[in-house]
């Protein structure tokens, strides 16, 4: 019997379930994740070693076409019986094959025809032959440039030396007129004779050159004919002495020589390096040179 005061549930009593741990979640994901990793690396893995084989293959390959091909002929075997030219025949065409073979490997692989030298002379080659007919039809236009050129300069240096010896010519009569004039003349004696009462010497140098002129009109004896010569020596001495302190200036030249100053700067350049040198000498050795 149920007392009637007793609680009598309608339902079944159930524990209430605990909420989800997100830890769990977490883990599998990351156990998700790394099974695709590892997954991702076996293709690595595998793409990888297939490049590596594929490139020994492509190795091998290459080697082997690189190889002069064997001849067939010549791994015949070759008859015992041969003289001397046959087997220097043979000695030929071997070299030239292995020749040729090496030339295909290295500039036409795969080609049907061998690439053989494009000519036995520079002269042969279709470049050379360009160059030598574009010579022959510049040279005669070269040869006019230089021949106008030369003509130019060579009116040019004769204009220059005609209008040098006319202008010389004018101003050499323009002296003759100065020096000849009377009142240059006159100035000339007041000088003279200024300088003659100052300088006693000059004097006698005057009259000595005077009685020379006298006396080379009217020789008489040895004595005179020497001191005659010895008056000519003395003048020539004096006259060279005269020339070496003169200077002659050069014609003038050319436009395109008066541009260049690499003789200037060659000039300045050995100052230059001579200044330095002499500034690394000691006194003792300026002194003794």
């Known amino acids: 019997m149920v007392p009637s ?22 883990r599998a994901t990351k156990d998700e994740l790394l099974q695709q990793i590892a997954k991702v690396d076996n ?21 082997a076409s690189a190889k002069p091909p064997i001849d067939d002929s010549a791994s015949e075997t070759q008859p015992k019986h041969r003289n001397l030219a046959q087997k220097i025949y043979a000695e030929n065409r071997k070299r030239a094959s ?15 025809d061998p690439l053989l030298p494009l ?10 032959r360009e160059i030598q007919e574009r010579h022959q039809s510049f040279k005669h236009r070269l ?31 323009r002296v003759d007129k100065i ?19 100052v300088f006693p010497e000059l004097r006698k140098q005057r009259e000595d050159k005077e009685r020379f002129n006298r006396v080379g009109s009217r020789i008489k004896s040895e004595a005179d004919l ?13 006259d060279k002495k005269m020339r070496s302190y003169a200077v002659i200036p050069p014609l003038i030249g050319v436009p395109f020589k008066s541009r260049l100053r690499v003789a200037g700067v060659l ?3 050995w100052q230059s390096s001579s200044s330095s040198v002499v500034s690394r000498w000691c006194r003792d050795q300026v002194a003794a040179s």
């Open 179 to 197: 020096e000849t004039s009377a009142k240059r003349k006159a100035k000339e004696a007041k000088n003279r004779e200024f300088f003659e009462k």
């Open 5 to 26: 005061g007793a609680y009598h549930p309608q339902v079944e009593a159930i524990s209430p379930t605990l909420p989800s741990d997100p830890m769990e979640e977490l």
């Open 119 to 128: 000519y036995n002379q520079p002269s042969d080659a279709e470049l050379c």
């Open 267 to 269: 000039l300045l350049s």
């Open 43 to 63: 293709e690595i893995d595998k793409a990888e070693k297939k490049i590596a084989s594929l490139k020994k293959k492509q190795e091998s390959l290459e080697e």
């Open 143 to 173: 040869l006019v440039h230089f021949r106008k050129i030369k003509s130019e300069r060579a009116s040019k240096q004769c204009e220059l030396t005609e209008r040098y010896a006319h202008l010389s010519q004018d101003w050499a009569k």
């Open 98 to 112: 292995s020749a040729h073979a090496v030339l295909n490997s290295l500039c036409s692989i795969g080609a049907t």
């Open 226 to 238: 020497e001191e005659i010569m010895d008056g000519l020596q003395e003048q020539a001495m004096e």
